[in-house]
């Protein structure tokens, strides 16, 4: 079974910009979720996607948003960009978020901003 | 809020030896779920253990086993027989009950671990 997989893996782009970040799911998992690491702050928590539905959401600002589509891949996009954007941006599906539910991450895409 | 916290930045181990990483928890909940991540250097994050807070019997996969201590929010790993490979970023996390709040989950700040030949 294929991993999860992101699209672009580095991607850099100038203040004020926008971006869109991809992320395929393992088949038949529904559940996706967004995080952003950084030296600083560590993994934080950016929402969560099951079934074409934001299911929960992070303390991030509304320039951070995302959506489902009903083949459970998922868009993230970040509309002008700020230098604190720069981040690894993963990604992590599971198969349906019930408790005993394991998240698989992708590998990641990195933003540069400048 | 939850909030984790890792207070070993870096940790280093001979190899074969065994190494404890730590791990403590804020939360008010009494139903959660507790997990640590492997993130070696290619950055592809990997589970290395799982927790329910409901079981009393500490977790265990193959070298990896955790000390849950529930009342004193503390998750730590212990690594045994350590192998070249288990050099990454170990993560600790705490997921809340998805069936109130979703699939959120929540990081500590990672402890580096370095395994000397």
């Known amino acids: 079974k294929a991993g999860v997989t992101q699209t672009p893996r580095y991607l850099i782009k100038t203040r004020g910009q926008q971006v869109t970040l991809s992320c395929s799911p393992i088949?038949?998992?529904?559940?996706v979720s967004w995080y952003q690491q950084t030296p600083g702050q560590g993994l934080q928590f950016l929402f969560e996607y099951f079934s074409e539905t934001q299911r929960n959401k992070g303390n991030f600002p509304g320039r951070f948003s995302g959506r489902q589509f009903s083949n459970s891949r998922s868009e993230m996009n970040v509309s002008t960009l700020e230098l604190g954007d720069s981040a690894l941006y993963l990604c992590?599906?599971?198969?349906?978020?019930?408790?005993?539910?394991?998240?698989?991450f992708g590998p990641g895409t990195r933003l540069t901003v400048l | 809020a939850q909030t984790v916290t890792q207070s070993q930045p870096e940790m280093s181990v001979q190899e074969a030896e065994t190494v404890t990483l730590s791990c403590t928890y804020d939360?008010?909940?009494?139903?959660?779920?507790l997990f640590w991540y492997k993130q070696p250097p290619s950055r592809q994050m990997i589970l290395v253990i799982r927790?329910?807070?409901?079981?009393?019997q500490n977790a265990t996969e193959n070298r990896f086993s955790v000390n849950f201590q529930k009342a004193a929010k503390s998750f730590s790993l212990k690594i045994s027989d350590s192998q070249l490979g288990d050099a990454a970023m170990y993560f600790c996390?705490?997921?809340?009950?998805?069936?109130?709040?979703?699939?959120?989950?929540?990081f500590g700040t990672g402890t580096s671990l370095t395994v000397i030949p």
């Open positions: 939360t008010s909940e009494s139903d959660y779920y």
């Open positions: 992590a599906s599971s198969s349906s978020g019930t408790p005993t539910d394991t998240q698989y």
């Open positions: 927790q329910e807070a409901y079981k009393q």
């Open positions: 996390a705490y997921r809340t009950d998805p069936r109130y709040t979703g699939n959120q989950f929540y």
């Open positions: 088949s038949g998992h529904r559940s």
